[in-house]
Structures are given as structure tokens and as C-alpha cells.
């Protein structure tokens, strides 16, 4: 072990360290300029690919900063693509899990451990949702506290609104009654064991997206797991190529998303969206992300003229 000893570098010495090592500029002016609103760090992680070497650090012949930075924007477009259908599949996935848990088991079944196992982790989950419902400043949470006192939290269809996305994986995680587990999968043609580790993986996906981290040829640790028989037509749309670790890449995760996306809002422009924005950054390697070479030949990524 050492102690670290690197000096703070200007933007302007920044630009001749990657000179440097190899890195070519079109415009240094424009460069610096992203340079002060784009963590020089932050950056790393998209040219670390255009590296020769790390360790010296030396970039391959004709790497530019330009390159390195349309990769940063295609993947910050993704991102935010990927957070608008996350979205729209939580709310979808909250509002199945509040219906049929009331209309099973009353509109306080979350109250009761009778519904959920282990009880200890119920437990937990509960005292975890009591919390977000006390400092909410929801109107509706408001108006129950000012008109009534028992019991003290809200019925499941408001209660559920101020779950996160993470939690509310864990309360359907935890949901006991294998029936109620089928119908929230059901709505959405889904095997109810597949649908679990779904949502524990698009709820791994949004934090990924929210805190800004690198998706393209990024390895996923939360994966999705090869579907069997449900959804229909998934498995062979999907990659998991082991040899390639192509189940660990981005790829399976969008197929997913437009099969939900097909579900929740068969209207949607979310595809076209999708294939426009990975079509029009066609220098960018498409098969890190986990793509096959055929892809736009498989259904799912098909635009209805």
C-alpha cells in the first residue's frame, strides 16, 4: 500500500494529460468546455474501452474526445428512455398489487402477517412503510390521518402510493398467497416466480439510471433469469449467451421493457423512440451492450408502420 499523492489537475491540464496518452481533439475549446460540466472522472468510464493500455494509460490510434463523448450521450439517453418505461411499469405494477391484495384480502391485508413470509422480514417491510407514511406530505395521507384512527395507516390502494419501487418488489416478494402472487403476474403475462426476480431486477435497473451510472457494456449483477413457458415468445428473443456474458448486458433488460411496454400502453412510442436513438449513434458497438447481430429481426423490435 502507498499513499495517494496525485495533485488536482485544470481542465486545461486535463486536456494534455489525454493528449498525452493519445487522445485526439477536434475542438480543445469545445472539449474543456464539456470538461467543466462532465467530471473528468465521469468521463473515464467511457473511454476506458478506447484504452490500449491501463496501466500506462494509452489510448488506441484515432481515439478522439469526440467519440468518447457520444458515448456518454447516447448513454445518458438511454437512460432517461430506460426511466420513462420504469416508470410507467411501476405505477402499472403498484396498482395491480393494491387491487388484487384488497380484493383477495381486505384493504388492510398488508397489516396482517398471515399474507407474508418470513413474518420477520414482514416485519421489517412494515416498519419501513410506516415510516414513509408518516413524513409523506400526500394529501391523501393527510385526509386519513384527520379523519380516522383505526387503523392507523391507510387502506392498501393509498398506502401502496407512497411505497418505493424497491419496496414494493419486496412486499410482492414476500406475498404469500400463491393465487394473489398469479394474478398481479398474470395481468401481465408473466410467471409469477419470473415476474419476482423481474421487478428485482428493473428495480436494480432504475437506481442504475438514477445515480447517472454507465449502462452501455456495463455487467449487471442483478440478471434476468431465461423465461420458460411466460412470457410467450420471450425466450428466443432474448440473449444468454454465456460465453459472451451476454445475459449480464443491457440487451435482455430492454426486451423486457417493450414486452411491458406492449402491455401497459399498447399505444406507445417508446420502440421507435428506442431504435431511433440506436440507430442514429451507429458507431456505437452495439453487440457490447449484449445485442445480437440479427436483433432487428426479432418481433419485439418490430415498428408497426
Not at 500500500?1 to 498525452?20: D, G, V, W
Not at 448513454?75 to 418505461?85: M, S, T
Not at 391485508?109 to 406530505?137: C, I, M, N
Amino acid at each position: 500500500m502507498k499513499s495517494f499523492n496525485k495533485p488536482a489537475k485544470t481542465f486545461a491540464e486535463q486536456i494534455e494529460l489525454l493528449k498525452a496518452r493519445g487522445m485526439q481533439f477536434a475542438n480543445q475549446q469545445d472539449a474543456q468546455f464539456y470538461l467543466e460540466q462532465i467530471n473528468y472522472y465521469r468521463l473515464g468510464a467511457y473511454w476506458l474501452p478506447f484504452e490500449h493500455t491501463h496501466s500506462p494509460h494509452c489510448f488506441k490510434p484515432e481515439t478522439s474526445f469526440e467519440q468518447v463523448l457520444e458515448l456518454y450521450v447516447f448513454d445518458r439517453e438511454l437512460r432517461l428512455l430506460i426511466l420513462d418505461a420504469i416508470e410507467r411499469l411501476e405505477v402499472a405494477v403498484r396498482t395491480r398489487f393494491a387491487y388484487e391484495l384488497a380484493h383477495r384480502h381486505g384493504c388492510h391485508a398488508y397489516l396482517q402477517g398471515q399474507y407474508f413470509k418470513p413474518t420477520f422480514r414482514w416485519q421489517s417491510l412494515l416498519e419501513s412503510l410506516k415510516t414513509e407514511v408518516s413524513r409523506a406530505d400526500e394529501v391523501f395521507i393527510e385526509h386519513y390521518k384527520r379523519t380516522y384512527d383505526d387503523p392507523e395507516l391507510p387502506p392498501i390502494w393509498a398506502t401502496c402510493e407512497v411505497m418505493s419501487f424497491g419496496q414494493l418488489s419486496k412486499w410482492y416478494q414476500l406475498l404469500a398467497p400463491i393465487q394473489t402472487r398469479k394474478a398481479i403476474s398474470s395481468h401481465f403475462d408473466c410467471d409469477e416466480k419470473q415476474f419476482e426476480g423481474l421487478l428485482q431486477h428493473f428495480v436494480y435497473l432504475r437506481n442504475t439510471c438514477a445515480h447517472h451510472s454507465r449502462l452501455w457494456n456495463r455487467k449487471f449483477t442483478k440478471t434476468i433469469a431465461k423465461p420458460r413457458s411466460k412470457p410467450m415468445g420471450l425466450r428466443v428473443q432474448c440473449n444468454f449467451e454465456p460465453s459472451h456474458s451476454a445475459e449480464r448486458k443491457i440487451y435482455n433488460s430492454l426486451v423486457f421493457l417493450l414486452y411491458f411496454m406492449d402491455k401497459i400502453a399498447p399505444q406507445h412510442t417508446w420502440r421507435k423512440r428506442l431504435v431511433d436513438l440506436l440507430l442514429t449513434h451507429h458507431n456505437i458497438s452495439k453487440t457490447a451492450m449484449g445485442f445480437p447481430e440479427d436483433w432487428q429481426s426479432y418481433p419485439v423490435w418490430q415498428i408497426e408502420q
